[in-house]
C-alpha cells in the first residue's frame, strides 16, 4: 500500500540533543511537508521541499533543518537551537505545484511525538 | 494573507445529532477548500474537497459546500456517530510562487456521546 511512514512514533530528548525524525513516502509525490502541532492549535508550516534537493523555510523554521536527498525522504532534525521542541510532529507530502491534477491534497504519515526531558 | 477561521471547540453531541462545523476563509486568490479528520494519536485524512465556488464535497455523510459570496465552507452531517468523534481541520490552498500553500484552521474538535 502506498503511503507515509514517520518514525519514530515517540521521542524523548536531553535538553541540548539534536533529534532527527524520518518521514519516507513511496506514492511517488515530489512535494514533502514538516508540520508542528501543538495543542489546541492548528498546523504550522516548519520546511517543505518541492522537488530532490531544494527545500525551502516555512513559517517557523528557526532551531530545525532538513534534507532531501532522494525523492522518497525528508528528514527533519529537531536542533538544540529550538527552544520550545515538545510538540507532535507531522509530515506530508502532495503532488508538485502547478501539476494539472494537483487541488493541493495533502498525504499525511501518522505522526511523531516528540518530548524534551 | 490567506487566513482560515473555524468554530472553537469542544463540540459535545449526543448520537444521531445534526453537527455543523463553520469555517470561513479569506483568499486573494481561488483556492481549494478542504475538511480533514485527525483520530486520537494520528496523523491528519482526508475527509472532502471542494475546487471551485459552489462544489459540493461529501464522504461518510459529511458534507460541505464551497460558498463564494459567504466565503465559506461549513461542515455538516446529518446524523453523527460515536465513532466520528476527532478533531476536525478546516483547509485553504493556493497556488504561489512556492507551489501550493495550506492554511489549517486551529481545528474543532468534536466528542460523541452514545
Known amino acids: 500500500d502506498g503511503g507515509i511512514t514517520q518514525s519514530p512514533k515517540y521521542l524523548f530528548r536531553k535538553e541540548g540533543q539534536n533529534v532527527t525524525l524520518s518521514c519516507e513516502q513511496n506514492?511517488?509525490?515530489?512535494?514533502m511537508y514538516w508540520y508542528r502541532q501543538d495543542p489546541g492549535q492548528g498546523l504550522r508550516l516548519i520546511y517543505y521541499?518541492?522537488?530532490?534537493?531544494?527545500?525551502q523555510k516555512g513559517d517557523i523554521a528557526e532551531g530545525y533543518s532538513v534534507s532531501r536527498e532522494k525523492k522518497e525522504s525528508f528528514p527533519l532534525t529537531v536542533t538544540s537551537a529550538q527552544k520550545n521542541p515538545t510538540a507532535f510532529y507531522l509530515c506530508?507530502?502532495?503532488?508538485?505545484?502547478?501539476?494539472?491534477?494537483?487541488?493541493?491534497?495533502?498525504?499525511f504519515g501518522e505522526g511523531s511525538r516528540l518530548t524534551v526531558l | 494573507g490567506n487566513s482560515v477561521t473555524q468554530m472553537e471547540g469542544p463540540v459535545t453531541l449526543s448520537e444521531e445529532a445534526f453537527l455543523t462545523i463553520n469555517c470561513t476563509y479569506t483568499?486573494?486568490?481561488?483556492?481549494?477548500l478542504f475538511w480533514y479528520v485527525q483520530y486520537p494519536g494520528e496523523g491528519l485524512q482526508l475527509l472532502l474537497k471542494?475546487?471551485?465556488?459552489?462544489d459540493k464535497g461529501s464522504n461518510k455523510g459529511f458534507e460541505a459546500t464551497y460558498r463564494k459570496e459567504t466565503t465559506s465552507f461549513h461542515l455538516e452531517k446529518g446524523s453523527v456517530q460515536v465513532s466520528d468523534s476527532a478533531v476536525y481541520f478546516c483547509?485553504?490552498?493556493?497556488?504561489?510562487?512556492?507551489?501550493?500553500?495550506?492554511?489549517f484552521g486551529a481545528g474543532t474538535r468534536l466528542f460523541v456521546k452514545a
Open positions: 521541499s518541492q522537488i530532490v534537493n531544494d527545500f
Open positions: 506514492l511517488n509525490h515530489d512535494a
Open positions: 471542494a475546487t471551485k465556488a459552489d
Open positions: 506530508a507530502s502532495s503532488l508538485r505545484g502547478g501539476s494539472l491534477s494537483n487541488t493541493g491534497e495533502l498525504f
Open positions: 483547509a485553504l490552498s493556493d497556488s504561489g510562487t512556492g507551489g501550493f500553500k495550506t492554511i
Open positions: 483568499a486573494t486568490g481561488y483556492p481549494s
